[in-house]
């Protein structure tokens, strides 16, 4: 299949008309979220005027809105690689992932052991750490090897026990890139009897997620980090949801998948998210089928990124004073690149490139525990994303504007 040029894809984006001064935006803001195009706009826009209802009552509105949600799922279904009735909705991952373990945590005992990373974005830490000290859990850390950017190798082998009962992962680090091989230790962590959580925020734009493969008992992920809004997507394999001792009202769903969707959802919210990946699919053309296309779009993504990334890499590298971390270029890894200027703290940087037209993200980005074993947890790190819209300009304009900062030519 032929993916549309960057070009065509960034048509798709009204954002991407702002300028600072006679300089257009470019947006390296991606990991922390993406801009969005017309026709998620467009489709939220629809369902508020013209379906907007609470859902399961007998009028045409409700049957609509029914009928989106439905929709919605087979759609987010076809892009994490589950079934429908695996997939629910959320305000956000984090909040979803602290229901999610609050039910897990109702069979802990005293003693019981949670395996989380020191690689990981504080959502996938939080409330492990909450339920640990609530139910009197032990919490096991699999140390951030700093000479790889990647888990200490063989580390959750040794961490794992009779009394391990969860292992929380992430599939991509959202602050260095590092793609892990979530797979292989889920597969470690099922044979020790624990269940499985996967942080897939940041893998989830990049790489085309097949949950059923990973074979985690949940797997989440944010629309709004591959184009979609502010909402949160769970991917809850059927027999694990439904053992799940799940806080709720009398009245509410008690069956997989809505027994997690606690109260009444963000409906414009959902039907956005199922437009984002479908958009997506789109780039594609029309041809075969939504996870065919997607498959081929993930895949030229993929490879357009990684030129994009080496291009940053190597700019980078060959400026004194600026470090960069994370894995290198054509590894396991995606197009987000942390970086850190020597005596400047990274909001300054941050700063300073805005008025160029450069959009980057600043300080630690929940991912708190990597920036104080960078021992950056004061001045933060500097992180640029690639998305589906970036260009090698704005590669160019980013290097050039760091170079500007060190070398005091601005």
Known sequence: ???????????????????????????????????????????????????????????????????????????????????????????????????????????????????????????????????????????????????????????????????????????????????????????????????????????????????AAIGADFLLCSAYKFYGPHIGICYGRHAATAALDVPRLEPAPDYVPEILETGTQNHEGIVGAAAAVDFLASLAGPDGTRRARLASVMHALHERSDALLQQLWDGLHAIEGVTVFGPPPGTARTPTLAFHVQGIASEQVAQFLAPRGVYVSHGDFYATTVARRLGLAHEGLVRAGCSCYTTTEEIARLVDGVRALVQGTA
């Open 1 to 211: 299949m032929t993916v549309a040029s960057v070009g065509d894809i960034r048509a798709h984006f009204p954002a991407l008309a702002r300028h600072e001064g006679a300089q257009p935006v470019a947006f390296f803001d991606g990991p922390g979220g993406t801009q969005v195009p017309r026709v998620v706009a467009a489709a939220m826009t629809d369902y508020l005027l013209h379906h907007n209802a609470n859902t399961h009552w007998a009028y045409p509105t409700s049957v609509e809105t029914d009928a989106l949600l439905a929709d919605a799922r087979a759609t987010l279904a076809d892009f994490l690689g589950g079934t429908p009735g695996e997939i629910s909705f959320g305000a956000n991952m984090t909040t979803i992932l602290f229901h999610v373990a609050r039910a897990i945590g109702r069979a802990l005992s005293p003693g019981d052991e949670i395996i989380v990373t020191e690689l990981d974005h504080h959502a996938n830490v939080a409330p492990w750490q909450a339920l640990a000290k609530e139910r009197g859990a032990v919490l096991r850390w699999i140390p951030l090897d700093l000479s790889t950017y990647r888990h200490e190798e063989g580390a959750l082998a040794s961490l794992l026990s009779p009394r391990t009962k969860v292992v929380a992962i992430g599939a991509a680090s959202n602050s260095l890139g590092t793609i892990s091989d979530v797979t292989a230790m889920v597969a470690l962590a099922k044979a020790a009897g624990a269940i499985t959580v996967v942080d897939a925020v940041h893998y989830a734009p990049h790489a085309l997620v097949d949950a």
